[in-house]
């Protein structure tokens, strides 16, 4: 395993301050000491640096050099009609260690009722849970997590490749809709607009296809919505890898 990885701020020549809960972490569980050294990112680059000491909810580092830092192998947004905040938050939580770059919550026409007004509130903290997943990953940028979409917004985000995940499986298989190899680029930009609970409907299917959307399926079972969208994460993003 590598060294832990940390979010801060901002570095500032070779400073750099790791506040909030992350430092009390630091801190307090893993008992740091200054001289020990830890992966720091400002969302812009991965730092090296060693503890130089401790303020009030504050430790301080040094910063000792710029580290290479790898990147997804596609740029992937996913959209996802609302589900149980519970089950939302677990979908956050793995879309970030997968490694997928934006993540909007979708109103559908079947999302459970009072969803939307609940997910406006709760930004910040799946905002948090992007930020532990990422650390946990080592990834070197947060996820982007947006304000909840109504579903005709959603489908007019701009993309590249666009699938539109359908439960009733009339769509092709993910993996035989993908473009041919040479084709994916490192930095292709891609959507993934994954339904509800209760399904799309189909107005939600005809309006997705008139929009470009191709749509498609994963696996020969119903799944539940953040499986579903899970799955097709991963299908994408190591069909990508597999190409760069």
């Known amino acids: 395993m590598g060294r832990r990885r940390f979010f801060v701020q901002r570095v500032e020549g070779l400073r750099a301050v790791l506040d909030g809960e992350a430092a ?4 307090r569980v893993l008992r740091a000491q200054p001289g020990e050294r830890y992966e720091l990112s400002d969302n812009r680059a991965v730092y ?7 303020g009030r909810g504050q430790v301080l580092f040094r910063v000792l050099e710029q580290l290479p830092a790898e990147q997804p192998p596609l740029r992937l947004a996913l959209a996802a009609a609302l589900v149980k905040f519970d089950r939302f938050e677990w979908m956050i939580e793995k879309a970030t260690e997968l490694g997928v770059e934006r993540i909007t919550p979708v109103v559908a026409a079947r999302s459970e009722k009072g969803l939307e007004q609940g997910a406006a509130k709760r930004l910040e903290r799946w905002r948090r ?3 532990q997943a990422s650390q946990q990953a080592r990834r070197a940028h947060l996820p982007e997590i947006n304000p909840p979409l109504a579903f005709d917004q959603a489908l007019a985000q701009p993309s590249g490749w666009r699938f539109f995940l359908d439960e009733n499986r009339t769509g092709a298989p993910l993996l035989g809709a993908l473009p041919a190899i040479d084709d994916r680029r490192p930095g292709d930009t891609v959507a993934l607009l994954v339904g509800p609970e209760g399904g799309w409907t189909e107005p939600e299917r005809l309006a997705a296809v008139e929009a470009g ?15 579903a969208a899970m799955a097709a994460a991963a299908v994408l993003l ?3 890898l597999a190409r760069a």
């Open 129 to 131: 849970i992007a930020v």
């Open 213 to 227: 959307w191709r749509t498609v399926s994963v696996g020969c079972f119903v799944l539940r919505a953040e499986t």
């Open 24 to 27: 009390e972490h630091l801190r």
């Open 238 to 240: 190591n069909a990508w």
């Open 48 to 54: 090296l640096a060693e503890v130089e000491g401790f």
